[in-house]
């Protein structure tokens, strides 16, 4: 299937599993399962992939070495988000320490009553504690194979445009 695909093709499949990858993730936090720290920023690569997908898609007729810039964009991005979910994974299964921003660093109050209004409004989301699991993934395990294929989709793309009559 991968073999008749072009460039145009590619671009508009690497929005439409982003598009949806993300709207996954939100629908999941719609539905009481907050993100961590970790799990947002992995949001990013998906934030920038979609609009470049779209531009890949555009580009791909009437603009190949841009189209080409813009499919080696995409996959520098994806590459790095799997990069970012692998790290995220060792830490949901204690291999090496989260950040402190997933540790919910402390700030001290002033006295008890406002200690108490601090518990009450703060909710911290730890990064080395999975909320969900589905078929024995957490969210972050499958974002490692969910951006390892967009950087190879996108990498693809960057070779297709190129060989474009």
């Known amino acids: ?82 990069v970012l979910a692998a790290y995220h994974s060792g830490v949901e299964f204690k291999w090496w320490p989260g950040p402190a921003d997933c540790t919910g660093a402390y700030q001290g109050a002033s006295n008890v009553a406002d200690f108490m209004k601090q518990l009450q409004q703060t909710r911290v989301v730890r990064c080395d504690e999975v909320s969900l699991r589905i078929l024995g993934f957490s969210m972050a395990n499958a974002n490692i194979f969910v951006s390892a294929a967009l950087a190879a989709l996108a990498s693809l793309g960057a070779g297709r445009v ?3 009559g």
């Open 1 to 82: 299937m991968l073999a008749r695909l072009d460039a145009r093709a590619i671009a508009l499949f690497v929005f439409v599993v982003a598009a949806a990858t993300l709207a996954g993730a939100w629908a999941f936090q719609a539905a009481g399962y907050a993100p961590c720290e970790l799990c947002l920023k992995q949001r990013y690569a998906y934030y920038l992939g979609l609009p470049l997908a779209l531009a890949a898609w555009f580009a791909a007729d009437v603009n190949r070495r841009g189209a080409r810039f813009l499919f080696v964009l995409i996959a520098l991005a994806f590459v790095a988000n799997a």
């Open 162 to 164: 190129m060989k474009r």
